[in-house]
């Protein structure tokens, strides 16, 4: 059976040494090791990750190794320096602020970009020494972003999902990064990248379309011959796990304890990691606000704030607890009265059991972060709520809200406005909570961890079954002596080479790629033997090729099937070709050349082309979805087909394309051997134009309808050289 080996930063446990100087292996907090827990704990599934803990001698390093083996775990020990370097450094001063739009927080130091290089590498090692054949990876978060590339790098083949936990920034806030560009190599190793909201998968798709000039469709990139999906999945709780703590004995008796001293006054909740993203400040400011505002809750409400502390060693945090302390006691030290606490502040973490009494008696939860990936607190309150009472306050910019639009949705900027969410939450009548809280706990209950958990490895399974049907087509050494055994036997045969991208690599300069001496030897040796028909077929004009290959014993397909020669005779064109079309079509297309900076009109015999190489990313795409939906109609009235290429729309005659002019050569010349090569879509008409027994070939690609596919024009000239 497959395993799945999940790699994060963190293991799920923590080492700690015990009051005898003993190490014990507690469980780490958070969301994510409770979700996972059910998928590595299965069978012979494993976790690869960080310990928590800095292990100097040689014998405890293996004395924790063997005790996490036990548990299904395999320890990536770091040292101190790439604690502070990699975790400290990089992933949380410079990712973290990043991607949580706290740009002026971001640290750019080289020394911690070669720590993180050196660690994720580091990760690397260690899955590949546990890693199996037919094993999938399910890698996790900022920390670990160059991990999937670095497999994929000797591991082609494996199958890898990644999942981003926080928030993908919008493009203009990532390219800030110095190593933006290696960042999402490095997440692009993978077969299926996940995100919490679609707003997250957005903004990836626009920074590698913007940074490594990689279109999508539909979500789906092409990238080296390989096809990675995205998608959103966003995380949910183990929603019985909280509702069956809340039923708990031991949850009931601590609220019947906390509820005794708090009195009849109402609770809200907040709960929180210490980070400058979840907003704890603002929500101070904002609860001085509402007190000072509505006098009439003095006395009558409290803040619970518990504030779990984290990543106390990077100086940003430093300050923020130190913000934090004082603004909790200026507070409390303005509306305070020996009966009442208006802020109860805990600086520490909690068992279960207490937060989920905190979660029952909470009237009110803030969930109001400045940036959120997801939030699984306000998750937690709402599953905790047996009685259905109670109201959630969250902030739009958390994943979370996207799911919970019953909750009082507020922006955390808009002082004001929260603080009438928290008076509007306060009176609210209960059966309205009811109602709120019933709809919430229903989308929870069905989209908890364990679906999310279903639904990304049932995603990664189908990519992977994909790309394996698909890479029956690649073109292997067994295929390779099929085509060559055929092609030994037959008498006739035919050869459609395509030339850009085929024959020669892709170049921005068309001038630039003049077939050089090995190209002109190869079509020489083919075309000498009389039995080989080659039919150089492009869209290329038919000077170029004839200046180029002219003097050659060879046949032309110009211009997708406008200019022919065949048998060393004279160029001419395609019969039956209209042109009167161009001057109504050139018309409508100066409207966008007019406004768009960068564009221009190439006018062939029998085609127009609108170019957009040069326009400004976003902008080239969107007019060439106006002038598609402009032309859809008139084209097809007119006999024109439009065609979006490569940064180019084409209209051009319904008559001329590839595939017509192929089979045509093909009727009237009658090989017993085909072979097709090309590389883009203007080929895909050839592959399906041909007779079946045909031996078409896509190049750099392997969506098509050709039947195998080869790497490069290299891998192409090496095909032809070996069958003569
Ligand atoms: C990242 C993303 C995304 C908190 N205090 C205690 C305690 N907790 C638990 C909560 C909750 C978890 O920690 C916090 O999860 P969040 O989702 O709120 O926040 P991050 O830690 O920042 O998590 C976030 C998440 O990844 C998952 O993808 O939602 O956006 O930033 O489960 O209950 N647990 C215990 N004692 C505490 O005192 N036992």
């Given at each position: ?602 006018e062939k015999d029998y085609s127009l082309v609108w170019h957009y190489r040069k326009v400004e990313t976003g ?106």
């Amino acid at each position: 059976m497959s395993r799945t080996i999940i790699v994060s930063n963190r293991l799920p446990v923590k080492a700690v040494k015990n009051d005898q100087g003993e190490l014990e292996y507690l469980p780490s907090e958070g969301g994510l090791a409770t979700g996972l827990s059910s998928v590595y704990k299965k069978g012979n599934n494993l976790w690869v990750g960080w310990p928590g803990r800095y292990f100097k001698k040689k014998e405890k390093k293996q004395e924790a190794r063997t005790a996490l083996q036990s548990k299904n775990m395999s320890p990536v020990f770091l040292t101190q320096e790439e604690i502070i370097l990699y975790y400290e450094g990089f992933s949380n001063e410079t990712l973290w602020p990043n991607f949580h739009y706290f740009n002026q927080y971001a640290l750019y130091k080289k020394s911690y970009w070669d720590a993180y290089k050196k660690v994720n590498k580091k990760f690397c090692d260690e899955l590949l020494k546990v890693l199996s054949p037919g094993d999938k990876i399910w890698v996790h978060d900022y920390q670990l972003m160059l991990v999937p590339q670095l497999i994929r790098e000797t591991h082609p083949d494996v199958s890898i999902g990644f999942f981003l936990h926080i928030p993908f920034p919008s493009f203009e806030v990532f390219r800030l990064l110095p190593w933006r560009r290696e960042l999402l190599d490095g997440v692009l190793g993978a077969d299926l990248i996940g995100f919490h909201t679609y707003d997250d998968m957005r903004h990836f798709l626009s920074a590698v379309s913007r940074i490594c000039y990689i279109s999508n469709h539909h979500g789906q990139i092409q990238k080296d011959r390989r096809t990675i999906a995205t998608d959103s999945f966003p995380i949910g709780i183990d929603y019985d796990k909280y509702a069956n703590q809340a039923a708990h004995p031991d949850t009931l008796s601590r609220e019947v304890e906390y509820r005794t001293s708090l009195g009849k006054q109402k609770l809200m909740l907040s709960i929180d990691r210490l980070d400058y993203s979840k907003g704890i400040p603002a929500r101070l400011e904002i609860f001085d606000i509402f007190l000072d505002k509505y006098p009439a809750y003095q006395g009558k409400v409290s803040l619970l704030m518990v504030v779990v502390p984290s990543r106390d060693q990077v100086e940003k945090y430093k300050h923020l607890k130190e913000e934090v302390d004082l603004l909790v006691g200026r507070i409390n030290g303005k509306y305070g009265t020996v009966n009442w606490t208006p802020i109860h502040y805990f600086y520490r973490s909690f068992p279960m059991e207490d937060l989920s009494a905190f979660y029952r008696m909470a009237d009110v939860a803030m969930v109001t972060p400045m940036r959120d990936g997801m939030n699984l607190v306000c998750k937690e309150f709402l599953a905790s709520k047996l009685d259905q009472k109670g109201v959630l306050i969250l902030s739009e910019m958390a994943g979370a809200s996207k799911e919970l639009s019953d909750a009082l949705i507020v922006n955390p900027n808009d002082k004001h406005q929260v603080v009438e969410a928290i008076y509007r939450a306060l009176t609210m009548p209960e059966e309205e909570q009811i109602k709120h809280t019933s709809i919430m706990q229903e989308t929870l209950k069905k989209f908890n961890i364990h679906h999310w958990v279903d639904l990304f490895l049932g995603k990664l399974d189908d990519v992977t079954q994909k790309r394996n049907e698909l890479a029956t087509k690649v073109l292997d050494d067994s295929v390779k002596s099929m085509i060559k055994k055929d092609f030994d036997k037959a008498k006739k045969r035919m050869l459609f080479l395509d030339y850009d991208g085929t024959l020669v690599p892709f170049h921005s300069d068309p001038q630039a790629v003049s077939p050089n001496e090995k190209l002109l030897s190869i079509l020489t040796e083919l075309s000498n033997n009389k039995a080989n028909q080659v039919v150089v077929i492009s869209g290329r004009d038919r000077k170029t090729l004839e200046n180029w290959l002219g003097h050659l014993p060879i046949d032309f397909i110009a211009e997708h099937g406008v200019w022919l020669k065949e048998n060393e005779n004279q160029w001419h064109m395609a019969e039956g070709l209209d042109n009167s079309w161009k001057g109504e079509i050139r018309e409508i297309l100066d409207i966008y050349v007019n406004k768009t900076p960068g564009s221009f009109i190439e006018e062939k015999d029998y085609s127009l082309v609108w170019h957009y190489r040069k326009v400004e990313t976003g902008l080239g795409e969107l007019r060439a979805r106006e002038i598609l939906s402009h032309l859809k109609y008139l084209a097809v009235n007119m006999n024109l087909q439009v065609l979006e290429g490569n940064k180019v729309v084409e209209i051009k005659n319904i008559e001329v394309n590839k595939g017509k002019a192929a089979l045509k050569w093909v009727q009237q010349f009658k090989p017993d051997f085909i072979l097709a090569l090309g590389d883009d879509w203007t080929d895909e008409d050839t592959f399906k134009a041909l007779p079946e027994d045909a031996y078409t070939i896509k190049v750099a690609d392997i969506h098509s309808a050709a039947k195998y596919s080869l790497e490069d024009y290299v891998a192409v000239r090496k095909l032809l050289e070996g069958l003569y």
